[in-house]
């Protein structure tokens, strides 16, 4: 026993370690520091130097990362933005989740071949094109920052689509997972969704006014953030046992529930200190962990390489086609589409929750990772581009 927990203090030391300097060393290239974490795990795993390998203990620490991860991006998201935006960032959220939804399913359909309805291999090729539901608009707004049109019409409207695009995902992500479980029907899948909401919207009133009044008393002490986290640990519990939904969206609508209180930037803080020094790292890595090299051959490759285009041309497709209907014009459209592409920790997330029921390989992490990768550098680059104004060429005057 004694020698197992030694063996965890120096998995954890390298798991650590590793993390950091491929993030850093990710940072230094441009490219987001998860892809570098999860790197560091592919570097230390079985795969290749054999450092760590997978355990109990390191699968208990990254669902506790994952956990605090969601908890974050409820807590970072903004009501008040949503309020701005209006319906026509839902309009172009909803296309921006079934868009991708149905491509990514018909892609990996005409890949390997129509499978028996409710077999296992059919809900493996829904689940890939739940995966590309997802986005990641983080980078997309440091550029938007850097342009200076974060605080117009078309930035808000990203952004507010993009939040909107996790909240959609996220329930597809608990609707599918419920539909793979044989002795779940689906109508008590969709009730068990409806009634937690709707738990969750009475919970949430009772605990936003009940978190506001503790903040008026106690601003900015400890006690707040920790109760804050027990909010979350809970919902993650009852989401999971008793209502059979993804624990990470109890955790998500925990932090919804106190992103409007004054204190919630200060939640966020102490969270992300936890999570970014020790859960998170661990969580991103045990991903690298748990891909497996050896399967990777030519037609995963392929697969993969049509799976980053496929993810890439449905947002842009979906997302930017929708705008147009809805009246934007010209290179806006192509704004919004080129705006919601990017892909980040949450497609990482679902993918992860896909390989823990069993709904989906670990080898097709590789394709995940590499549509992160593809899309956080050409995201960027694009949009600078979109947003370049012609300078008018002056004519000489003859004199």
């Excluded at 929708?322 to 497609?347: C, H, N, P, Q, S």
């Excluded at 896909?354 to 590789?366: K, L, N, Q």
Aim: with cysteine.
């Amino acid at each position: 026993m004694e020698g197992n927990v030694y063996a965890i203090f120096r998995d954890l030391a390298i798991i650590l370690i590793a993390a950091k300097l491929c993030g850093i060393l990710a940072s230094k290239l441009r490219a987001p520091q998860v892809v570098g974490e999860i790197i560091a795990g592919l570097l230390i795993g079985p795969s290749l130097l054999g450092l760590v390998s997978e355990s109990t203990f390191l699968v208990d620490m990254a669902e506790i990362g994952v956990v605090l991860l969601m908890f974050f991006a409820g807590l970072e998201t903004n009501l008040q933005d949503l309020k701005k935006t209006g319906w026509k960032a839902f309009v172009i959220a909803v296309a921006g989740v079934t868009v991708p939804l149905a491509a990514g399913s018909v892609l990996y359909f005409l890949y390997y071949g129509m499978p028996p309805f409710g077999s296992d291999a059919f809900y493996t090729g829904i689940f890939v094109g739940v995966i590309m539901t997802a986005t990641s608009v983080s980078i997309t707004v440091a550029t938007l920052m850097e342009l200076g049109k974060l605080k117009e019409s078309l930035g808000i409207t990203i952004m507010g689509a993009a939040i909107i695009d996790d909240v959609i995902g996220i329930i597809v992500l608990t609707l599918v997972i419920g539909f793979k479980n044989p002795d779940v029907s689906p109508l008590k899948v969709l009730t068990n969704t409806v009634l937690f909401f709707g738990l969750a919207l009475i919970l949430g009133v009772g605990g936003y006014y009940l978190f506001k009044a503790l903040d008026a008393r106690y601003p900015h002490t400890r006690r707040i953030p920790i109760f804050g986290l027990v909010l979350c640990l809970l919902l993650a519990y009852i989401a999971e046992v008793y209502f059979g939904i993804a624990d990470i969206t109890g955790a998500y609508v925990a932090g919804i529930i106190l992103c409007n209180i004054k204190d919630s930037e200060y939640i966020a803080r102490k969270i992300d200190i936890s999570s970014y020094m020790f859960f998170a790292p661990v969580f991103f890595a045990s991903i690298g962990i748990k891909t497996s090299l050896q399967s990777l051959n030519p037609s995963l490759l392929i697969f993969s390489i049509l799976f980053v285009l496929v993810a890439l041309a449905g947002k842009i497709i979906g997302c930017g086609g929708v705008a147009r209907l809805l009246g934007y014009r010209g290179k806006d459209t192509l704004k919004i589409g080129v705006g919601m592409m990017t892909r980040g920790e949450v497609a990482l997330i679902v993918m992860q929750k896909g390989i823990d029921v069993g709904m989906i390989d670990p080898s097709y992490s590789t394709s995940v990772i590499l549509l992160i990768v593809v899309s956080s550098i050409i995201t960027p680059i694009i949009l600078k581009v979109l947003y370049q104004e012609k300078t008018p060429v002056k004519m000489p005057v003859n004199k």
